[in-house]
């Protein structure tokens, strides 16, 4: 079955670094997104992906982030100058349409900022 | 707004004992359900959805029904396993395509 991919698993960063977390969507899938979940904590979303723009995005989704889809393939979150608090796992996910369309994820990438 | 309640865990139960995870949602318009399982180190996996009031999900032996009158979607088993071991998320589906997570509950299974 096909799956949703993401690398690395493990980012450790130093604080004002930037890092790119990457994701490989599920091939005949049309949205993408992002969620975070800090430790012991829902998991958020954080942006939606459609037609090579962003289609909604929550308030956590500020100016340090951004995303890209530089291929047919790729799908990746950008983020300047990381802060401790952006410590937490990532997860990306993809469906093949809109509403009533479960969302499949990627196993995360944990993200620790030191 | 929108908002998923689930019960605080952690669960522990015995084996073949009967599982309830409560979830109770609030959403304007007419949400989609989940439940989500998320395995030791693996990422989310879809278990069950629900898209409109009184359709029952199911999957693996899971059940859960979408009641509207109580806005609620309820995850039953009724015997589990070891395996099912894991952290159980409820989650709704706006409208605006936005998925909106419970916080988990911690299930562990005791032979």
């Known amino acids: 079955e096909p799956e949703v991919t993401q690398t690395p698993s493990h980012q450790v960063t130093q604080m004002g670094q930037e890092v790119i977390l990457r994701c490989v969507p599920i091939?005949?899938?049309?949205?993408f997104y992002w969620y975070r979940q800090i430790l012991g904590q829902k998991v958020e979303f954080l942006v939606s992906?459609?037609?090579?723009?962003?289609?909604?995005k929550s308030e956590i989704f500020d100016d340090q982030f951004s995303v890209e889809r530089p291929d047919g393939s790729n799908f990746t979150l950008k983020i300047r100058s990381t802060k401790l608090e952006d410590s937490a796992m990532y997860f990306c996910?993809?469906?093949?349409?809109?509403?009533?369309?479960?969302?499949?994820f990627g196993d995360g990438t944990r993200l620790s900022i030191l | 707004g929108n908002s998923v309640t689930q019960m605080e865990g952690p669960v522990t139960l015995s084996e073949e004992a009967f599982l309830t995870i409560n979830c109770t949602y609030t959403?304007?318009?007419?949400?989609?359900l989940f439940w989500y399982v998320q395995y030791p180190g693996e990422g989310l996996q879809l278990l069950l959805k629900?898209?409109?009031?009184?359709d029952k999900g199911s999957n693996k032996g899971f059940e859960a029904t979408y009641r509207k009158e109580t806005t609620s979607f309820h995850l039953e088993k009724g015997s589990v396993q070891v395996s099912d071991s894991a952290v159980y998320f409820c989650?709704?589906?706006?409208?605006?395509?936005?998925?909106?997570f419970g916080t988990g509950t911690s299930l562990t299974v005791i032979p």
């Open positions: 996910a993809s469906s093949p349409g809109r509403s009533n369309q479960p969302q499949h």
């Open positions: 989650a709704l589906l706006n409208t605006g395509n936005q998925f909106y």
């Open positions: 992906f459609y037609n090579n723009e962003i289609s909604e």
């Open positions: 629900a898209t409109k009031a009184d």
């Open positions: 091939s005949n899938h049309l949205y």
């Open positions: 959403a304007t318009g007419y949400p989609s």
